[in-house]
C-alpha cells in the first residue's frame, strides 16, 4: 500500500462545471494539467460526500485500510514509503532571487533553473492518475491574516489528509471569489524516488513545488511550506510573524484568562504541552488548546500582541502519546483519523512504543511484518503520526475559530537539552527575550532525516522553517518589539535537564502546570522572582510542589528542584562560545543587539 494509482471512471470535470471562475486558478490548473498529463482532475468541495468517495477511492487503490471501526470508528492507516518517512531538510529549497535573501541557514536554488528541472520531473508523471485541486484556507475564515492556498496533487492521501489539518473545500473558494491571491503548491508522488526529492519554495512567487514524497511535512503544503516558509517571508513584507509555536489558553480560578505561546522544536512535547491536563491539585485551574504547532502573530492596534492558529487539525507524533502523557491526544485521535506508519494489531487496531506499557500481541510492525519484544526494530516507526481534526480535542479553546485572534501575554522558548539550561527562567525584556528565541538548540529528533541526539542550535524552532535569511529574521523580530505598547512577557523552559544519574530532573508532562502557573503569574505581576545572571528565576520556595514524587517515590525536594535550577558556569562557558558559532555562521546580517546581548550575559556571569 505505497503509492497507488487511482481507479475512479470519473472524467474530467469540464471548466463550466468548475467550483471556482477565478481566472489565475483556471489557467494555472491548466497549464499545470497539460504538464502533468493526469487522466481525469478532480476539483475538491470539501463535502462529507466528497470524504466517503475518495477514502473508498484510497481503500480500493491499497492507499488506506480501514481500523477496527468498533474500536476506532472514522479512522484509516496509511503506510508510506519506507523510504519517505520525515522530512527531509537537505532536499529542501528556498528558490529566492539572489543566494542572500535565503542566507547561510537555507538551501538556495536558483528559481528558474530549480523550476525548470522540477518541472521535467513532472512532465506526463500523472498519467493515467488524477489530479485533485484542494483548495484551502491558513487561518479562520473571516480573519484578515488568513492565507488561502491551492495545492495540486496526485496523491489522494494527501487530498484526504489536507481536508483533516486545514479548511479545505467550498469555504476557501468562497473566500477567494473571483480576484483573490492564493499560493500555488503543486505536489506528485513521482516514484517516490529519494534522489529526486525536491520540496522548494519559491517566496517571490507565493509558490511550492513537492515531488517524490508522499510524508505528511514534505506534502500537506498548507503546513510547513506555506504557514512556516512562505509564511514566514510573507509576513515579514507584511509585519507579522509566521512561527512554529503553540498556542494555550490558560484560564485561573478566579477566572483569569492568559494565552500564551511557546516554541519547542520538533518532536519535543508541543502537542503535549498544548493540551496538558492540570494536576489534581490544580483543581480549578483550565488549559484548552488554540494550537499545537504554528501559530501567526501580529502588532493588534491596541499594542498587544495577537495570535492565531491558521490550521484545523493535528498531525502529531504518535509513539509516546499515551494516557499519562496526553489523555486529551488520545481522545482526539479515538475517532475520524488518519494513522501514518503506526504498528497494528491483529483486529486491525493501532499500538506505538509507550501507548501500553505492555504490548498487544499479535503485533505487525509499520513495515507489515510480524512484531514482539524480541524484534530488534520498533514496531511504530519513530516518526508515526497521526492527522487528528481539532474539533475532536476535548479541551479545543472556542477563541481557536475567532477571526480577531487571541491577544498573547507569555512566549515560551525551550528546547530538549540534558544540561545548562534550568526548567524556568524569564527574560529581562523584549531584545533579551529574542536573544533566548535566538539561541536556543535542542538534541536532534526522529521527525526530520539524520543523526539523533546531537545538540543542534534551532533558532526559535524555526531553522528548518525560516524562508529567508535569519539575520533577517531576528531583526524583523526585533522590530516587532517596537510595534508593541504592551508586549508578552518571554520565558525559556527545559523539561529535559538530567541528574549525574542521567534521570530527568524534572517530571514533566501535566506537572508542567507548576511552571505554568508561575508564568501566567508572572505576566499578571502576581509573582515573585530574582533577578539571576541567566533572568528573572522563581524563589525556589515559590514553585508549588506539594503532592510530587522525586526518584524513588520519594516526595520532590527543594535540593533536586534547586539542581534543576542551577547556573553551572563551565557549561555556560561552553554554551556561549556554541552560540558564537551560530551567531558568526549568520554572519553579516546577525543584528548587534543579539550580540550585546551575549556579552551582557557573559558580564553578568562573571565570564
Ligand atoms: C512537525 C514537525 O511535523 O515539526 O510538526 O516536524
Ligand atoms: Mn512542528
Redesign the pocket.
Known amino acids: 500500500m505505497h503509492t497507488g494509482t487511482s481507479a475512479s471512471t470519473t472524467p474530467a470535470i469540464p471548466a463550466a462545471a468548475t467550483p471556482t471562475r477565478h481566472p489565475g486558478v483556471l489557467s494555472w490548473v491548466a497549464e499545470m494539467a497539460a504538464l502533468c498529463g493526469p487522466e481525469r482532475i478532480h476539483w475538491c468541495d470539501g463535502s462529507a460526500t466528497e470524504k466517503v468517495r475518495l477514502t473508498e477511492r484510497a481503500i480500493a487503490d491499497g492507499v488506506l485500510l480501514r481500523l477496527n471501526q468498533d474500536k476506532l470508528p472514522g479512522c484509516y492507516y496509511h503506510r508510506s514509503h519506507p523510504s519517505d518517512v520525515?522530512?527531509v531538510e537537505d532536499r529542501t529549497l528556498i528558490c529566492t532571487a539572489t543566494k542572500d535573501e535565503a542566507g547561510p541557514t537555507n538551501n538556495w536554488a536558483d528559481p528558474d533553473e530549480t523550476t525548470a528541472k522540477l518541472h521535467g520531473i513532472f512532465k506526463g508523471s500523472m498519467a493515467g492518475r488524477t489530479m485533485y485541486v484542494v483548495p484551502y484556507l491558513m487561518g479562520p475564515p473571516g480573519c484578515p491574516k488568513t492565507k488561502i492556498g491551492i495545492e495540486l496533487t496526485d496523491s489522494v492521501y494527501v487530498a484526504l489528509s489536507m481536508r483533516v489539518m486545514t479548511r479545505m473545500g467550498a469555504v476557501a473558494w468562497r473566500e477567494l471569489g473571483e480576484t483573490g491571491t492564493f499560493n500555488k503548491g503543486l505536489h506528485g508522488m513521482g516514484t517516490i524516488d529519494p534522489e529526486k526529492r525536491w520540496i522548494a519554495h519559491f517566496p517571490q512567487r507565493n509558490e511550492i513545488i513537492s515531488v517524490n514524497s508522499n510524508y505528511?511535512?514534505n506534502v500537506l503544503l498548507g503546513?510547513?511550506c506555506l504557514a512556516l516558509r512562505l509564511g514566514s517571508w510573507l509576513g515579514r513584507q507584511e509585519g507579522w510573524l509566521a512561527e512554529?509555536m503553540l498556542i494555550m489558553k490558560v484560564e485561573s480560578p478566579t477566572g483569569e484568562v492568559t494565552f500564551v505561546a511557546a516554541a519547542f522544536?520538533?518532536?519535543c512535547g508541543?502537542t503535549n504541552f498544548a493540551m496538558l491536563i492540570p494536576p489534581e491539585r490544580y483543581a480549578g485551574w483550565k488549559i484548552t488548546t488554540v494550537g499545537d504547532?504554528i501559530a501567526w502573530l501580529w502588532p493588534g492596534e491596541d499594542g498587544r500582541l495577537y495570535a492565531m492558529n491558521p490550521e484545523n487539525g493535528y498531525?502529531?507524533?504518535a509513539p509516546g502519546t499515551n494516557a499519562t502523557s496526553n489523555p486529551n491526544a488520545l481522545a482526539t485521535i479515538s475517532h475520524d483519523t488518519i494513522y501514518t506508519n503506526v504498528a497494528l494489531t491483529a483486529d486491525l487496531d493501532v499500538w506505538w512504543e509507550g501507548k501500553t506499557a505492555e504490548p498487544p500481541v499479535d503485533l505487525h510492525d509499520w513495515l507489515g511484518h510480524e512484531w514482539n519484544l524480541r524484534s530488534e526494530s520498533k514496531a511504530a516507526q519513530p516518526n508515526s503520526?497521526f492527522a487528528a481534526p481539532m474539533i475532536n480535542n476535548p479541551a479545543l479553546a472556542p477563541e481557536v475559530n475567532d477571526p480577531r485572534g487571541v491577544p498573547i501575554s507569555a512566549i515560551i522558548f525551550g528546547g530538549r537539552r540534558a544540561t545548562t539550561f534550568p526548567l524556568v527562567m524569564q527574560a529581562f525584556n523584549w531584545s533579551h527575550g529574542v536573544y533566548l528565541g535566538a539561541t536556543m538548540g535542542s538534541e536532534t529528533t526522529a521527525?526530520?532525516v539524520g543523526a539523533t541526539g546531537q545538540v543542534r542550535r534551532d533558532p526559535m524552532?524555526m531553522l528548518?522553517?525560516c524562508g529567508y535569511h535569519m539575520g533577517d529574521y531576528f531583526a524583523h523580530w526585533l522590530s516587532i518589539g517596537k510595534k508593541l505598547a504592551h508586549p508578552p512577557r518571554f520565558f525559556h523552559v527545559n523539561w529535559f535537564r538530567r541528574d549525574k544519574a542521567n534521570k530527568f530532573l524534572w517530571p514533566g508532562f501535566g506537572e508542567n502546570m507548576r511552571v505554568l502557573e508561575w508564568i501566567v503569574n508572572r505576566c499578571h505581576g502576581h509573582a515573585e522572582a530574582d533577578e539571576t545572571a541567566l533572568g528573572w528565576m522563581p524563589p525556589l520556595e515559590s514553585l508549588d510542589l506539594r503532592g510530587l514524587t522525586g526518584p524513588g517515590q520519594n516526595s520532590y525536594s527543594r535540593d533536586r528542584l534547586a539542581e534543576a535550577q542551577a547556573i553551572d558556569p563551565v557549561e555556560w562557558t561552553r554554551e556561549l562560545d556554541l552560540q558564537k558559532e551560530l551567531f558568526d555562521r549568520i554572519g553579516e546580517r546577525m543584528p548587534k543587539e543579539l550580540y550585546f546581548e551575549r556579552e551582557l550575559l557573559r558580564s553578568r556571569l562573571g565570564l
Open positions: 520525515a522530512r505528511g511535512g503546513k510547513k512554529h522544536p520538533s518532536a508541543k504547532d498531525f502529531g507524533v503520526r521527525a526530520a524552532a528548518p522553517f
